[in-house]
């Protein structure tokens, strides 16, 4: 039974599964060789030491190993680590990715079924076989599902990518009506398919950070050629629908600071820009804003991204109803 570090408590035996984030050796004061571990799951980090048989684990395990320790946990400088007396690698197949990285609070496969259901919108026949070969690719269905939409800015955490996904879509459909000259049905399938690149960005079964493509050529690119993929295989597909949808996915980003080799040059990829931004911006400082409000505070800790705190006033639902506000006025006078 997965032990989480967050119910790890001091003096306690530990007998878990965690995964190796860092691990380094060191020498004690009297020249003793240990191992220091960082153990992490969903719920925090703790360190780890091996004081004792040191050259039976230097090789047993590496960084981004899932391992099975058993140990004890003791406080050091006023902090928790555990002090372990075996350890062994375990088997990625039998681990929960659930457990060692934060997951959307939302059902994965009904906001995948929701995701289908805005594409059935899309009544250009071109675009619509475009979707389904993407739904039809189950490979490609089962990494969307799980991936992070990012490192760590918005939607950081597995199914943050659909989540993401998801959400723009629907903005787009409460919003693109209020204008006119929209092509709704290219601004809903750049929705879908704009960021599906970040299934090969990120690498996410055991830490999450970029992969090697995603460092060398980003998630534009890889989404890019992912498009250009599945084109190939509508030989009918035309060329001018073909560079549209090309422009919403390297225009997303608004300008070349932010990722994107080219800014938005039509209304669908303008409006995709600013909801795409949106969504991010307002996730990214919702998820902020669980973790760096303090207590009693209704000021956030200093945002590095944005460069500055936020202000969280009384919650909405504290508040009086307006309907009570307005029986409570005084009436006229008769």
């Known amino acids: 039974?997965?032990?989480?570090?967050?119910?790890?408590?001091?003096?306690?035996?530990?007998?878990?599964?965690?995964?190796?984030?860092?691990?380094?050796?060191?020498?004690?004061?009297?020249?003793?060789?240990?191992?220091?571990?960082?153990?992490?799951?969903?719920?925090?980090?703790?360190?780890?030491?091996?004081?004792?048989?040191?050259?039976?684990?230097?090789?047993?395990?590496?960084?981004?190993?899932?391992?099975?320790?058993?140990?004890?946990?003791?406080?050091?400088?006023?902090?928790?680590?555990?002090?372990?007396?075996?350890?062994?690698?375990?088997k990625e197949e039998e681990i929960d990715l659930p457990d060692f990285f934060p997951k959307t609070e939302r059902d994965i496969d009904d906001m995948l079924r929701s995701l289908i259901e805005i594409g059935q919108e899309v009544k250009n026949p071109h675009l619509d076989r475009l979707l389904h070969l993407f739904w039809d690719d189950t490979d490609f269905v089962e990494r969307f599902k799980i991936a992070p939409a990012s490192k760590w800015i918005h939607h950081n955490y597995l199914g943050g990518l659909l989540e993401h996904t998801l959400s723009l879509a629907q903005l787009v459909l409460k919003n693109a009506c209020h204008y006119k000259g929209l092509n709704i049905d290219l601004l809903l399938a750049g929705s879908i398919l704009h960021d599906l690149g970040k299934i090969d960005e990120l690498s996410y079964r055991r830490s999450l950070d970029y992969s090697d493509e995603g460092r060398l050529l980003g998630h534009i690119i890889l989404g890019i050629e992912k498009i250009e993929e599945k084109i190939r295989q509508l030989p009918d597909f035309p060329k001018d629908l073909s560079t549209l949808v090309k422009h919403l996915i390297l225009s997303h980003h608004g300008q070349d600071i932010w990722g994107s080799p080219k800014k938005p040059m039509t209304l669908e990829a303008v409006m995709l820009h600013y909801l795409d931004d949106m969504d991010a911006k307002v996730n990214g400082i919702q998820q902020f804003l669980k973790v760096q409000l303090p207590e009693g505070s209704k000021w956030s800790a200093y945002h590095r991204i944005f460069d500055q705190s936020f202000y969280v006033p009384t919650p909405w639902e504290h508040l009086e109803p307006i309907d009570k506000i307005e029986k409570d006025k005084p009436g006229e006078a008769e």
């Open 1 to 90: 039974m997965k032990t989480f570090i967050s119910e790890i408590k001091e003096n306690e035996n530990v007998d878990s599964i965690f995964l190796v984030k860092e691990k380094s050796s060191g020498l004690t004061k009297s020249g003793n060789v240990y191992l220091r571990l960082k153990l992490g799951d969903r719920t925090g980090e703790i360190e780890g030491r091996i004081w004792t048989s040191v050259e039976n684990f230097t090789h047993a395990f590496e960084k981004d190993d899932f391992v099975h320790l058993k140990g004890k946990a003791v406080s050091f400088q006023d902090h928790l680590q555990i002090n372990i007396n075996q350890i062994e690698q375990f």
